[in-house]
């Protein structure tokens, strides 16, 4: 059995500045990942959305390789998110089962989808944890308003608010490659249905969709909040200006009253 485990220790990963200090053992890299052999069936898989996933790989061997490439990280993780997976080489036929798969053929092409694909798993975990954190912001906000008729967001917090929700849709709408399947599988068949065998068993494709149905949700309440904000400043307005032109009048008024 090849162990697999996959770390989602920061935001992202400076990949360029990580390939210049750190070249031997690579076997793949572009602008987005880097693929080491680390020796015997050994490999390590580098991502720039802040993931790295290890193949049979020593306790020592990660630790080492992770206190490297943390200078290197954006907003690095104090508790790393895991995904452990378990692959069994020389089987009679591709199999998948429950954190494990059976492969006849463990070359390298192959391991390597199957490490993207737990490294897409442990993605999608940190991107829902995000997601549902704000959901429940969003919730407490709505049962506010229903209890109260009013918001508890001042102008500068939904600004907050709003800027975090963006933030993270950016940094999932930059990261929207990661859930495709590599052009690898385009053209072996073999792979292509590992790939496929492999987002069903992680539930890619379901996940990914429940987190973009957890951010239009949020957008949806962002709108809601933004106009009720606006009514509510534009209300303030409002009661200054009738204060000032009463204030004037009262003042008009008076000078009258004292010209008599």
């Known amino acids: 059995m090849l162990p697999v485990v996959s770390y989602q220790i920061a935001d992202s990963i400076d990949v360029k500045s990580f390939k210049n200090i750190f070249s031997e053992g690579i076997t793949h890299y572009d602008a987005d990942e880097l693929f080491y052999k680390m020796g015997p069936e050994s490999y390590v898989y580098v991502f720039k959305y802040g993931v790295v996933c290890f193949l049979n790989a020593d306790e020592g061997t990660c ?16 508790h790393p998110l895991t995904e452990e997976f378990q692959i069994e080489t020389n089987a009679k036929e591709n199999k998948f089962g ?16 199957i490490m993207l694909n737990v490294s897409q798993s ?23 308003l229903e209890r109260k008729g009013r918001l508890s967001l001042s102008g500068k917090s939904l600004k907050k608010y709003i800027g975090r929700t963006l933030n993270l849709k950016n940094r999932i709408s930059e990261n929207l490659y990661i859930f495709d399947s590599p052009p690898e599988t385009w053209e072996d068949e073999n792979l292509n249905k590992i790939d496929l065998g492999l987002k069903r068993t992680f539930d890619l494709q379901e996940r990914f969709r429940d987190v973009k149905e957890g951010l239009e949700i949020i957008r949806e309440n962002l709108e809601l909040f ?35």
């Not at 630790?63 to 104090?78: S, V």
């Not at 940190?126 to 407490?140: C, G, K």
């Not at 009048?249 to 004292?258: A, D, G, S, Y």
């Open 98 to 113: 429950y954190n494990t798969i059976e492969i006849i053929n463990a070359d390298t092409e192959t391991l390597r989808l």
């Open 122 to 144: 442990v993605a999608l975990d940190y991107f829902s944890d995000q997601t549902n954190a704000l959901l429940e912001e969003t919730n407490s906000q709505t049962l506010l």
């Open 226 to 260: 933004k106009d009720l904000l606006q009514y509510r400043n534009s209300t303030v307005l409002e009661w200054i200006i009738i204060i000032l032109v009463s204030a004037e009048v009262v003042n008009i008024l008076i000078e009258k009253i004292f010209k008599f």
């Open 63 to 78: 630790k080492g390789f992770l206190d490297r490439i943390t200078p290197y990280c954006k907003y690095p993780f104090e």
